[in-house]
C-alpha cells in the first residue's frame, strides 16, 4: 500500500459519516498488522469528523486495562456530551455492571459472559449512546478495539447490531492476529451488512520512497534506493524512526547506507509491545537463537504458536526470511531483557544447541551470554570454538571463548593449557595484552602444572617483555630427558634455538647444554616443519651469509604459508631471512601480500609486526617515506609499551629514516622514546645503536657515532652474527673515524668489510667500495664511486645511491671536471629527491644540481632509441669516457660515437652535456 491508497482509506471513513448523516449507520473495522498506522489513521479521521457535520466519541483499549470490567465503555460514556440527568444515569449503569462481574470467567467463550451479565445493563449503556445520537450525528472510534474488556467487546457489538438505522458511524481499530475472543468480534462485526473492512497493508517500495523523499528529498530517498524498504519491510513506524536516525550529527558525508540507530530499535520495540504478548515472547526467543528453528523447544511451546507469531512479526515487517531486519532491532529485543531472563534463554540455547550436536561455535556464542552452565562439555566445547575462530581470523571471539573456558575450568593443569592458548590469542590483538598472565603461567610452571611447548609459549612471551630471568628458569624446567619430551614439545625446542640464534643470542650462550636431547624421530607437521625449516634458513643468512639454495627454499616456504594460528613466526622468520639476504626485491611483495591478509583477519599484532619487517625492508631500498610510513603504522597499531624489546625495530626504522631525510625535531622525539635494557641483549639492539650512530654522524657528532658503531660491532662479534647482510657497521665506523681524523683505522675498517662482501652483497660492497673512494687520492676516486655507484644500482638501495652519485660530483668538482660533475649532479638530484633526502638535496643545489622539470626524461623520447643507442647513452649520461663505455659494452670506441651521434639527433640535442640525467634502459635507472 503506498499514500494514495492511505488517502483512499481515509475517504471510504468519510463516506461511512455521510451515510450516518441521513440515518444509514455504518461500521468499519480498520484492520492491520502492528505499525501500519491504524491509530494515525483513527486519530486523523476523530478530529475531521467535526468537519463533516458530526460528534466524534473516542475511545482507546489498552492491554493493561483488559481486567477492568466495562473500561473501553466508561472512556466513551465520558467523552459524550451528555446532560447531567444522563451521565448520572450512565455512571450509575457501569458501576452496576462492573459489579456484576465478580471474576473473569475462566475460558474464552464471550456467551459465557451473557449468562453473568443483566442484558438490561448492556442494553441500558448503549441505549444512552443511541439516544445522543438523535440529538447530534454519533460517530464512535476506538483504537486497539481487540485490547478492550470483555464485557465492553459485548457492548459494542451489541451497539454495533443496531446502529442500521440510526445517525451513528462506528469505527474500530483492529490488529491483525488476536486472540479466539478478537476472532469472534470481528465476525459479529463483520456479518454485519452495513458493516466493511478497511484494510491497511504495510507501504509499498514506492510509497516508502514516497515518505522518505517528502522528509529528506528526493536525493535520499534515491540515494539508497530499496534499502529503505529492506529494512522497515513498509511499516510506517519503522520508516518514520529511520528518517529520525538521519539526524546529522549520526552521519558522516554521505553513508553508503541509511544510518539505522536508537530510533529505529525503539520502534521495534513499541511495535513488539503493541501486539500480542505471545508475539513478543516469540520475538525474544528468535532474538537470542538467531533463526526460527528450535525456536518451539526453547520457548517452551507449540509450533502452531511459533508459526503464527512469526507470521504476525513477519506481516508487521519486524522480520524478513525467519530473522530480524536488522542488527539494531535483535540488539534492542535483547537489550531490553532482564539479565536473568536473558542468561536462562542462553543457557536453555546453548543446551538445546549442543544436544543437536551444533557447531561448537553457536554453542559458544550462546555460553558467552548464559552465565555458568556446570556441564562437562562445556569447556572441550569453548577450547575448539576458538581454535576454530583463530583459524578463520576472528581473534576476539577466539579470546572471549578462552577466557570462559578458563573461568568454567576446574582442572588446574587443564586452566594453564587454557592460559596458554589465550596468552597466544590475545597477542595476535596486542603483545602487551597477556602480560597479565605471565606471572600465573610462571607460578604454574613452578608447581608443574605447565610443561611441553607451553612452557616454550611462555618462555618467549617473557622474552619479549624482558624478563630474561624468568624465561631461563622456565626453559630450564622443560623437561628435556627424549622419554619425557613429546613430539610437539620437541618441535619447539628445535625451533626455539635457533630462533633465540638470531634474536636473543647472549641468552642462549647462556642455555648451552640446558635444552637437552629432543626426540628426533617424532613426527611433525607440515607447519611445524616450514616453521623450523624458515627458522634455521634465517639462522643461516645471520651467521654465514646468504646462498642462492637457500632463498629458493625461502620463496618455496612462503609460498605455502598462510597467517594461521602458527605460521607467524615462519613468515616473520623467512621475511628476515630475504631481508638480510639482500633480496628485497621478493621479499617487498611477500610482506606485502601477508599484511593484507593480516589485515583481513583482523590481527592486529601481526600487522605490526609485519609493517616493523617492511620499514626495515624500506631502509635497504632507500625507500625513507615509506620506511616512515610502515614504522608508524607499527607503532600506532600497537602502542610503544606493547613492544617489549622488540621497540628496537620499527623505532630504529623511525630513526634512519628520519636522520636521511633531515627530520632531525622527529629523530630527538624518537630517541627520547624510553627503551628496555633487555633491548641491547638482543638483534634488535643492534638496529637501533647502528640507527642512532647515524644521527650522530648526520649531526656532526662523529665520536659519538663511533661509540656505538664500535658498541655494535662488538655485539655482533660477541655473537657471531658477523655478516654484512646484517648490519655493516665497519662501513659507518670508517666514516666515522675519517670525520675524526682517523684515516688509517678508516682503511683498515674499510678493507675489513671489503673482505666479507661477495656477489649476494652488492649493498654493502657499493657502501664500502664509497669510502674506500674517500680513503684515497682524488684522481683515483671516480673509478671507485662508478663502481660503487653500479653496485648500490643493482642493490636497489636509492638512498646510498645518491650519496655515492653525490661524492661522484664532488670528485669530478675536485679535479675540475666541471661537465661531468653538473650531468653527474643532475642525476644524483633526481635519486635523492625520490629518497627525500634533503640534506642530500641541499648540497646537490649548492654544488651545482637544479630542479628543472626535465631533469626526468620521457618515456615517448628515449623510446625512439635502440637497444645499443640506449645503453651507450645511458652510460654517456653517467659520466663515463667513449673509452670506458666501449670496454664496458665491448665494443670499439667508433661504435660508441656513431651511436652517440645518432641519439643527439634523435633526442634533439647537441651535445653530451645535455643527455637527460635520469635516462633508463631496462626499466631500471642507470648510473
Known amino acids: 500500500m503506498g499514500l494514495m491508497e492511505r488517502d483512499e482509506a481515509f475517504a471510504s471513513l468519510e463516506r461511512l459519516v455521510a451515510d450516518a448523516l441521513t440515518g444509514k449507520g455504518r461500521v468499519a473495522l480498520v484492520t492491520g498488522a502492528v505499525g501500519t498506522g491504524k491509530s494515525e489513521l483513527l486519530h486523523a479521521f476523530a478530529e475531521r469528523v467535526a468537519e463533516l457535520g458530526a460528534l466524534a466519541v473516542m475511545a482507546t483499549a489498552s492491554r493493561v486495562e483488559q481486567d477492568l470490567p466495562l473500561g473501553v465503555m466508561g472512556q466513551l460514556i465520558q467523552d459524550a456530551p451528555l446532560t447531567a440527568e444522563e451521565r448520572e444515569r450512565a455512571l450509575a449503569l457501569l458501576a452496576e455492571g462492573a459489579a456484576s462481574v465478580a471474576h473473569e470467567p475462566d475460558g474464552d467463550n464471550g456467551g459465557e459472559i451473557l449468562e453473568q451479565v443483566d442484558a438490561q445493563v448492556v442494553h441500558a449503556l448503549c441505549t444512552v449512546l443511541l439516544e445522543l445520537s438523535e440529538r447530534y450525528p454519533l460517530v464512535i472510534v476506538v483504537d486497539d478495539v481487540h485490547l478492550s474488556d470483555r464485557l465492553s467487546l459485548l457492548c459494542l457489538a451489541y451497539l454495533s447490531r443496531r446502529v442500521r438505522f440510526a445517525r451513528v458511524a462506528a469505527v474500530f481499530g483492529h490488529s491483525d492476529h488476536g486472540r479466539y475472543t478478537e476472532t469472534i468480534f470481528q465476525t459479529e462485526l463483520l456479518r454485519q451488512p452495513h458493516c466493511r473492512r478497511v484494510h491497511l497493508d504495510p507501504l509499498s517500495p514506492a510509497g516508502v520512497t514516497a515518505v522518505v523523499a517528502e522528509r529528506l528529498g528526493e536525493d535520499e530517498a534515491v540515494r539508497h534506493g530499496s534499502t529503505w524498504y529492506d529494512l522497515s519491510g513498509g511499516n510506517p513506524l519503522l520508516v518514520g524512526a529511520l528518517i529520525e536516525d538521519q539526524h546529522p550529527a549520526s552521519r558522516s558525508g554521505e553513508p553508503d547506507e541509511p544510518v539505522v540507530g536508537d530510533r529505529y530499535g525503539q520502534a521495534v520495540l513499541s511495535c513488539l509491545h503493541r501486539g500480542e504478548p ?312 611477500w610482506c606485502d601480500l601477508f599484511s593484507v591478509e593480516a589485515s583481513s583477519r583482523h590481527a592486529p599484532s601481526r600487522q605490526a609486526r609485519l609493517a616493523a619487517i617492511r620499514a626495515e625492508m624500506a631502509v635497504r631500498q632507500g625507500d625513507m617515506p615509506g620506511a616512515e610510513h610502515h614504522a608508524r603504522l607499527a607503532m600506532e597499531i600497537i602502542p610503544l609499551t606493547s613492544w617489549g624489546v622488540a621497540v628496537g625495530g620499527p623505532l630504529s626504522s623511525l630513526i634512519m629514516a628520519a636522520t636521511a631525510m633531515g627530520d632531525h625535531d622527529a629523530v630527538h622525539e624518537h630517541l627520547d622514546q624510553p627503551v628496555p635494557d633487555a633491548m641491547f641483549e638482543t638483534r634488535y639492539g643492534l638496529h637501533y645503536l647502528y640507527a642512532r650512530g647515524r644521527y650522530s654522524l648526520a649531526t656532526d657528532h662523529p665520536t659519538l657515532a663511533l661509540r ?176 670506458e663505455i666501449a670496454g664496458k659494452l665491448y665494443i670499439t670506441i667508433s661504435t660508441v660515437e656513431q651511436h652517440l651521434t645518432r641519439t643527439y639527433r634523435k633526442l634533439n640535442i647537441s651535445r653530451r652535456a645535455d643527455l637527460p640525467p635520469s635516462l633508463e634502459f631496462g626499466g631500471a635507472v642507470t648510473t
Open 278 to 589: 505471545q508475539a513478543l515472547h516469540v520475538a525474544r526467543g528468535l532474538a537470542v537463537l538467531g533463526d526460527p528453528e528450535s525456536l518451539g523447544m526453547l520457548l517452551g511451546v507449540g509450533s502452531a504458536t511459533v508459526s503464527q507469531s512469526l507470521h504476525s512479526l513477519t506481516a508487521a515487517g519486524l522480520l524478513a526470511l525467519g530473522g530480524f531486519r536488522h542488527e539494531v532491532a535483535r540488539a534492542a529485543v535483547l537489550a531490553e531483557l532482564e539479565p536473568r531472563e536473558r542468561m536462562d534463554l542462553y543457557r536453555r540455547a546453548a543446551e538445546l544447541a549442543h544436544d543437536a550436536g551444533a557447531s561448537t561455535t553457536d554453542i559458544a556464542d550462546h555460553l558467552l551470554q548464559a552465565g555458568r552452565i556446570e556441564a562437562p562439555w562445556v569447556v572441550p566445547v569453548l577450547e575448539d570454538a576458538a581454535r576454530n575462530a583463530l583459524r578463520e581470523g576472528r581473534v576476539k571471539p577466539a579470546v572471549s571463548y578462552l577466557q570462559l573456558a578458563w573461568r568454567e575450568c576446574a582442572d588446574e593443569q587443564h586452566r594453564m593449557r587454557i592460559m596458554t592458548m589465550l596468552v597466544r590469542a590475545e597477542w595476535r590483538i596486542n603483545p602487551g595484552a597477556p602480560a597479565g598472565h605471565l606471572a600465573e603461567l610462571t607460578d604454574a610452571m613452578q608447581r608443574g602444572n605447565l610443561r611441553g611447548s607451553d612452557a616454550v609459549v611462555l618462555a618467549r612471551a617473557l622474552l619479549w617483555h624482558g624478563r630474561t630471568v624468568d624465561a631461563r628458569e622456565v626453559l630450564e624446567g622443560v623437561s628435556t630427558a627424549a622419554e619425557d619430551v613429546d613430539g610437539e614439545t620437541s618441535t619447539e625446542l628445535a625451533v626455539v634455538k635457533p630462533w633465540l640464534r638470531c634474536t636473543y643470542p647472549p641468552f642462549l650462550a647462556e642455555m648451552r647444554g640446558s635444552f637437552g636431547t629432543q626426540n628426533r624421530s617424532a613426527i611433525i607437521s607440515v607447519a611445524a616443519s616450514r616453521r623450523l625449516e624458515a627458522t634455521l634458513a634465517l639462522a643461516e643468512v645471520l651467521t654465514k651469509g646468504p646462498r642462492e639454495q637457500l632463498i629458493e627454499g625461502v620463496d618455496r616456504i612462503l609460498r605455502g604459508c598462510r597467517l594461521d594460528e602458527m605460521s607467524m613466526d615462519t613468515v616473520e622468520s623467512a621475511l628476515l631471512a630475504l631481508t638480510y639476504a639482500g633480496r628485497q626485491d621478493k621479499a617487498v611483495p
Open 708 to 883: 656505538d658503531f664500535q658498541l655494535c660491532g662488538e655485539l655482533i662479534r660477541k655473537w657471531d652474527l658477523d655478516v654484512p647482510g646484517l648490519i655493516p657497521w665497519r662501513v659507518d665506523a670508517a666514516e666515522a673515524c675519517l670525520r675524526s681524523g682517523r684515516p688509517e683505522q678508516a682503511q683498515q675498517l674499510i678493507e675489513g668489510q671489503l673482505r666479507r662482501c661477495g656477489p649476494a652483497t652488492p649493498r654493502v660492497h657499493g657502501m664500502a667500495m664509497r669510502l674506500l673512494a674517500a680513503t684515497g687520492e682524488v684522481r683515483h676516486r671516480p673509478m671507485l664511486l662508478r663502481q660503487a655507484a653500479e653496485l648500490l644500482q643493482t642493490s636497489g638501495d636509492r638512498y646510498e645511491l645518491a650519496r655515492a652519485l653525490l661524492d661522484l660530483v664532488e670528485a669530478y668538482q675536485a679535479l675540475g671536471e666541471y661537465r661531468r660533475a653538473g650531468m653527474i649532479a643532475g642525476r644524483a638530484l633526481s635519486v635523492a629527491k625520490e629518497c627525500h633526502a634533503e640534506p642530500l638535496s641541499r648540497t646537490l643545489f649548492r654544488d651545482g644540481g637544479d630542479d628543472k622539470d626535465d631533469a626526468e626524461v620521457p618515456a615517448s623520447m628515449t623510446t625512439v632509441l635502440s637497444d645499443a643507442e640506449r645503453r651507450v647513452a645511458v652510460l654517456a649520461a653517467a659520466g663515463y669516457t667513449n673509452r
